[in-house]
C-alpha cells in the first residue's frame, strides 16, 4: 500500500495531523497500536481524569455545599463502581467519535505496532498479520507514558501510575502521590473529594511548580482546607508494599527521615517521550537524553520526510499543543506558512478551584529583566462567585510597565479553565490591559474579574475592591 503521508500514534496530535492532512487532500494513514483510537488523551488522560473530576465534585458539593443552599440529603454515598463505569462510557462515546472522524476523511486506519523498516516502509505488526506500507511522508506522534523513580517498582496494584488511578476497583482510605504537578492534584483531588486520605509529597518548594509561584501557594491552602496533607522540599528515597500496605520513606532538606503508610501510592513525577518499537535507527534517527525526537522549527527530523510531533518532542506536553502540532506538519507538507505562538498554549490544572495561565510568569519577567506592572481581583470580591460560593483565589495580569501590553495572565477560581481563553485572545492580538479593560464584560459573571484584574493593572483603578 503506498500513502502520501502516514501517522503513527492516534493521539490528539497524531488524529488532528491526519484529518488536517486528508483535507488537503493527501492519501492518509494512521497506525495505532492499540484497539482504540484516541492515545493517551481520549483512553487514559484528559477525558477519563476529567469525567472522574466532574463525578468528584457533585459528591463533594452534596456533602458539603447543598446544606447551605437549603438542600437537604440523607444517605449520601459513593458507589465507586458507577463513577468508573460511568467514566468508561464517556471514553467509549470519545473514542468512538474519532472512529467516525476518521471514515468521514477517508483515512486508512491500521491497527499494529508500527515499526520504520526505512524512512519511508513501515511495516504494521497487527494481532493477527503484518502490513507493510510506503509513505512519501512520515509523522511520528508516538506520545509519552509515566515516568517513574530507578527504585520504585510500579506493581500496577498499590504503586499505581495515573492509568490504574483512573480504574481502581476499592476506594483508597491514604492515598500517597509522589509529585505535586497536575496529575498528582488531579487525581488526588478526585479521592480527597470522595473521602480519601490524601498526601502528596513534592520534590521542589511549591505545588504545580512550572505555573506562577503564586498559584501554587494558593492552591496549597484551598488544597489544605480540603483535607490534603502536602509535604514541600521532601525526597522520596523508597516505596515498598506488604500485602495491601504501601510504605513511602522521604528525607527533608535536612537530611531528615520521615515515612508515610497507606493502601495506594500514585507515582505522579511526570512523563517520558515513547518511542519503543518504532525502530527509529532504520529511519536515521535516534532520540536525544530525555528520550526525546529532536526535531526543527518546522517539526521535521534530520531525516527530511519525517516529522514528530505532540508528547514525543520538546515543549509542554499537552493535548492541545499536540493538536496545534498536527495542524502545523499537515499544512507545512502542503506547502502553507502555518505558525505556532508557543508563549501563547495555555496551560489548566482541573482542581476546584482550577488553575490556569498563559503568558510568562512573574518569575520568568524577572529573570528576563523586562518591566511589568502587576494587578490583581480576587474572587472573594466578585458577585458571581459569592452567589456560587466560590469566593477563594484571584485573576492576576501582568502587563509592560510602559506599553501596557498584557504579558502574562495566572487566575485560579471558579471556571479558570474556560476563562484563559480570553486571555490567550487578548495576548494573541498583543491587547494591552487597557483594552480589556474597557470591554463590557456581562455581570454577573466571573470573566469580571478578568476586567477588573486588567483595571488593576492599569494604575490601579479596580472598581469593585
Ligand atoms: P498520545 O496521546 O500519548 O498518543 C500516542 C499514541 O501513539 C498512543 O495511542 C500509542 O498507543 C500510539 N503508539 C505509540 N507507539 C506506537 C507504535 N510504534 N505504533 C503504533 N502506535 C503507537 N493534556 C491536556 O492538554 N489537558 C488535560 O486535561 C490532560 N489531562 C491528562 C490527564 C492524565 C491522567 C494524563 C496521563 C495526561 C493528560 N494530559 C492532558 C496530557 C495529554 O494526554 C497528552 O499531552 C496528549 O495525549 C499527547 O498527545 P500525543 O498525540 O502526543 O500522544
Ligand atoms: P508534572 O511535571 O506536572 O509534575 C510532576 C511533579 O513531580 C513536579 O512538581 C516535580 O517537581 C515532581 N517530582 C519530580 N520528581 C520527584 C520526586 N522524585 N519526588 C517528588 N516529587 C517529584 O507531571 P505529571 O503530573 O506527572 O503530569 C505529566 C504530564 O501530563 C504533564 O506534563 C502535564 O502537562 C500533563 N497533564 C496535563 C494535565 C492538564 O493539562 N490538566 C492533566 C494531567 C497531566
Known amino acids: 500500500m503506498k500513502y502520501d503521508v502516514t501517522i503513527i500514534g492516534s493521539g490528539p496530535g497524531g488524529y488532528v495531523a491526519a484529518i488536517r492532512c486528508a483535507q488537503l487532500g493527501m492519501k492518509t494513514a494512521l497506525i495505532e497500536k492499540y484497539d482504540t483510537l484516541g492515545g493517551t488523551c481520549l483512553n487514559v488522560g484528559c477525558i477519563p481524569s476529567k469525567a472522574l473530576l466532574d463525578s468528584s465534585e457533585h459528591f463533594y458539593n452534596a456533602k458539603n455545599h447543598f446544606k447551605a443552599h437549603g438542600i437537604g440529603l440523607t444517605n449520601l454515598k459513593v458507589d465507586l463502581k458507577q463513577m468508573i463505569s460511568r467514566k468508561d462510557e464517556v471514553v467509549s462515546q470519545t473514542v468512538a467519535g474519532i472512529d467516525f472522524l476518521m471514515k468521514k476523511n477517508k483515512i486508512d486506519v491500521l491497527h499494529g505496532i508500527g515499526s520504520f523498516m526505512d524512512s519511508h516502509t513501515?511495516?504494521?505488526?497487527?494481532?493477527?498479520?503484518?502490513?507493510?506500507?510506503?509513505?512519501?511522508?512520515?509523522?511520528?506522534?508516538?506520545?509519552?507514558?509515566?515516568?517513574?523513580?530507578?527504585?520504585?517498582?510500579?506493581?500496577?496494584?498499590?504503586?499505581i501510575t495515573s492509568t490504574e488511578a483512573l480504574s481502581l476497583k476499592t476506594m483508597p482510605k491514604h492515598l500517597i502521590v509522589i509529585g505535586g504537578g497536575v496529575i498528582g492534584l488531579e487525581l488526588g483531588s478526585v479521592y480527597a473529594r470522595l473521602g480519601t486520605k490524601v498526601t502528596v509529597v513534592e520534590f521542589l518548594d511549591s505545588l504545580i511548580p512550572n505555573m506562577d509561584k503564586s498559584?501554587?501557594?494558593?492552591?496549597?491552602?484551598?488544597?489544605?482546607?480540603?483535607?490534603?496533607?502536602?509535604?514541600?522540599?521532601?525526597?522520596?528515597?523508597?516505596?515498598?508494599?506488604?500485602?495491601?500496605?504501601?510504605s513511602v520513606k522521604m528525607e527533608d532538606t535536612?537530611?531528615?527521615?520521615?515515612?508515610?503508610?497507606?493502601?495506594?501510592?500514585?507515582?505522579?513525577?511526570?512523563?517520558?517521550?515513547?518511542?519503543?518499537?518504532?525502530?527509529l535507527e532504520k529511519a536515521g534517527l535516534e532520540t536525544d537524553a530525555s528520550g526525546r525526537i529532536e526535531v526543527n522549527d518546522q517539526l521535521q527530523t534530520?531525516?527530511?520526510?519525517?516529522?514528530?510531533?505532540?508528547?514525543?518532542?520538546?515543549?509542554?506536553?499537552?493535548?492541545?499543543?499536540?493538536?496545534?502540532?498536527?495542524?502545523?506538519?499537515?499544512?507545512?507538507?502542503?506547502?502553507?506558512?502555518?505558525?505556532?505562538?508557543?508563549?501563547?498554549?495555555?496551560?489548566?490544572?482541573?482542581?476546584?478551584?482550577?488553575?490556569?495561565?498563559?503568558?510568562?510568569?512573574?518569575?520568568?519577567?524577572?529573570?528576563?529583566?523586562?518591566?511589568?506592572?502587576?494587578g490583581s481581583f480576587p474572587f472573594r470580591a466578585s458577585g458571581r462567585a459569592r452567589a456560587s460560593m466560590d469566593i477563594e483565589g484571584f485573576i492576576k495580569v501582568l502587563a509592560h510597565k510602559e506599553t501596557d501590553e498584557i504579558l502574562g495572565v495566572h487566575m485560579i477560581g471558579p471556571r479558570a479553565a474556560d476563562m484563559i481563553g480570553e486571555a490567550v485572545v487578548a495576548m494573541e492580538y498583543r491587547a494591552a490591559a487597557e483594552d480589556i479593560a474597557r470591554i463590557s464584560h456581562a455581570h454577573p459573571t466571573y470573566t469580571e474579574a478578568f476586567k477588573e484584574a486588567c483595571l488593576a493593572a492599569t494604575a490601579n483603578r479596580a472598581l469593585h475592591i
Open 254 to 279: 535536612k537530611g531528615e527521615e520521615k515515612s508515610l503508610e497507606g493502601d495506594y501510592c500514585l507515582v505522579a513525577i511526570g512523563r517520558k517521550p515513547y518511542t519503543d518499537g518504532l525502530n
Open 302 to 374: 534530520k531525516t527530511e520526510n519525517i516529522y514528530a510531533i505532540g508528547d514525543v518532542v520538546r515543549g509542554a506536553m499537552l493535548a492541545h499543543k499536540a493538536e496545534e502540532e498536527g495542524v502545523f506538519v499537515a499544512e507545512t507538507i502542503a506547502g502553507q506558512k502555518p505558525h505556532i505562538n508557543y508563549l501563547l498554549i495555555p496551560g489548566v490544572v482541573y482542581t476546584w478551584p482550577e488553575a490556569a495561565s498563559v503568558g510568562y510568569t512573574e518569575e520568568q519577567l524577572k529573570e528576563k529583566g523586562i518591566s511589568y506592572k502587576s
Open 122 to 159: 513501515i511495516s504494521v505488526k497487527g494481532h493477527e498479520k503484518e502490513t507493510i506500507i510506503e509513505s512519501d511522508k512520515v509523522i511520528i506522534a508516538t506520545g509519552s507514558k509515566p515516568a517513574s523513580l530507578p527504585f520504585i517498582k510500579l506493581d500496577k496494584k498499590r504503586i
Open 215 to 246: 498559584l501554587g501557594r494558593e492552591l496549597k491552602k484551598v488544597l489544605k482546607k480540603q483535607g490534603f496533607e502536602i509535604y514541600l522540599k521532601h525526597k522520596v528515597t523508597a516505596v515498598t508494599v506488604k500485602g495491601a500496605k504501601v
